[in-house]
């Protein structure tokens, strides 16, 4: 006999508000519908009402994990209509701190998918981590959750000592090349938990379009620093890691060589930061009429803003986000299909939602 | 990168020319909409979303697809004559959330499919959101 299971709106694991309705028989789920919409806060109805300075600054609280991701696609969609290029010096700054971001959104995660495991000390460990990777935030910006780098035409704080910026991160790629790395790739507790559930075929990934490491954990190898490089991406030298079996252990398998990843993206950007000008210092921009596209690969997958301006106008008409939530999250119906209950909230957590970006 | 080479031969007397503002624009669409969605499906092209807007002056709504083709971003503006346009859903899996946001946010019928509610709840008025005349 079949029996209808809500899990939410509140995560067992997330604390974010978000229902999946279960039709389960037995301990096994038949199918499965999700819910979303509970945070829904209209910010591209508001993007609306705000001037082009302050839109960068609401658009930065889109998401509290990601918000650097938002204002830097945001600002490259400005300026392909203000017509700027940022200097050199602002490209590679974008890029550390989106790295510097990846960093910590991966790391965070490591920690709520251990906890979800039960393994509470790595959690532990994963977030005393990511408190020292916002400490190399906040020497760079001032700022912890949304850091005010991104404007248009650059940045806005320069990184005056790259050398202690990169002893930072030399010290925090150690650490968490010894603690979260082993742990994710090789532990038997994490393969036993981890391995052959949640599968997403690269058959259902292609055809529901995921993104991000949810794509590349099905064997998709689509990663926009590499096929649309932006900002300085182009410059840097790193490998996209790919996996082929679709489950839980394959997107954690991805996310820790990231890990890797990023720290070597971070040396090279931090080693070859470029002299110059950190903006273009025009004080005012004039937009052209029409709509701008752009897309940055997030921690989560692509983020893509369309913006259109009117004539004349201090506001932006329209901005349109789809956000690497909004396009994985439907896979993960096919995700829980077949799964045991408990195993469930691990599912979900592994695409790495976040229902911030989702409902917006 | 010629986006030429690689878009499907149904699009190839077309030339979107190079990039431009972000992507490269077929401009008007081509083709319907339903058509477009299964030449694209043909070609591995990645769904990346809909973009909905007001155009000014009461020239109605218009619909952007964007997808995405081996790291080139394609967008097909459609101009709606109505309020609605036909669905791409049953061909095109990843459309289905979008198409619900956007018949919310902008009162637009995707002619063809059900809808369940996706940002609102049961019974909450759609196109408040994002449509200027029922703001």
């Known amino acids: 006999m079949s029996y209808k299971l809500p899990m939410g709106p509140y995560h067992p694991a997330l604390e974010e508000p978000y229902k999946l309705e279960m039709i389960c ?5 038949c199918d499965a519908k999700l819910h979303i919409g509970f945070n ?3 910010i591209e109805h508001l993007a609306e009402t705000r001037n082009y300075i302050q839109v960068i600054a609401l658009m930065e609280r889109v998401c509290g994990i990601c918000s650097n991701i938002h204002t830097l696609t945001l600002c490259q969609a400005m300026e392909k209509l203000a017509g700027q290029t940022p200097p050199p010096r602002a490209l590679y700054i974008r890029v550390i701190m989106a790295e510097l971001e990846r960093l910590h959104s991966h790391v965070l995660w490591a920690g709520i998918a251990a906890k979800l495991m039960g393994f509470k000390t790595m959690f532990m460990a994963c977030f005393g981590l990511r408190e020292k990777v916002m400490d190399v ?3 760079i910006s001032g700022n912890r959750v949304n850091y005010s780098m991104n404007r248009i035409g650059g940045v806005n704080r320069d990184i005056p000592d790259p050398e202690s910026v990169l002893k930072m991160v030399e010290i925090l790629e150690r650490e968490i090349i010894d603690t979260i790395v082993p742990v994710f790739t090789s532990s038997g507790t994490v393969r036993s938990r981890c391995a052959h559930i949640g599968v997403l075929t690269h058959e259902k990934a292609v055809s529901c379009g995921v993104v991000g490491p949810t794509a590349r954990a099905s ?3 689509q990663d926009l620093r590499k096929v649309a490089p932006y900002a300085a991406y182009a410059d840097m030298e790193f490998n996209v890691p790919v996996e082929t079996d679709g489950d839980v252990r394959a997107r954690l398998l991805v996310r820790a060589l990231e890990i890797i990843e990023s720290c070597r993206i971070l040396r090279q950007a931090l080693d070859k930061l470029p002299p110059g000008e950190i903006h273009t210092g025009d004080a005012k921009v004039v937009f052209m009429p029409g709509t701008a596209m752009s897309r940055v690969e997030a921690p989560r997958g692509e983020v893509f803003y369309s913006v259109s301006w009117k004539e004349n106008s201090r506001n932006p008409s329209r901005v349109h986000v789809r956000t690497p939530t909004f396009a994985n999250m439907p896979a993960v119906r096919w995700m829980v299909i077949g799964a045991r209950v408990a195993d469930t909230p691990l599912i979900q957590a592994s695409i790495d939602p976040c229902y911030s970006c989702t409902d917006r | 990168m010629n986006v030429s080479e690689t878009i499907p031969s149904t699009l190839q007397e077309l030339d979107p020319g190079p990039e431009r503002i972000g992507a490269h624009w077929f401009s008007p669409a081509p083709m319907s909409v339903r058509q477009l969605a ?8 990645r769904f990346v979303t809909i973009t909905a807007y007001q155009l000014p002056r009461d ?8 997808w995405d083709l081996d790291g080139a971003l394609l967008a097909f503006p459609f101009r709606l004559a109505a309020e609605s346009i036909e ?7 990843a459309a289905d959330w979008i198409e619900r946001e956007v018949h919310e946010g902008f009162a637009i019928d995707f002619n ?7 940002l609102l709840r049961e019974g909450d008025r759609i196109g408040v959101n994002l449509r200027e005349e029922v703001k």
Do not use: W
């Open chain 1, 137 to 139: 935030l906040q020497t």
């Open chain 2, 87 to 93: 669905t791409i859903y049953d061909i095109c899996e």
């Open chain 1, 25 to 29: 028989e037995g301990e096994t789920v």
């Open chain 2, 59 to 66: 020239e109605g709504l218009c619909l952007e697809y964007v």
């Open chain 2, 38 to 45: 299964q030449a694209m499906k043909n070609c591995s092209a």
């Open chain 1, 219 to 221: 064997g998709l190898m």
């Open chain 2, 112 to 118: 063809g499919r059900a809808y369940e509610p996706l």
């Open chain 1, 40 to 42: 829904f806060r209209g």
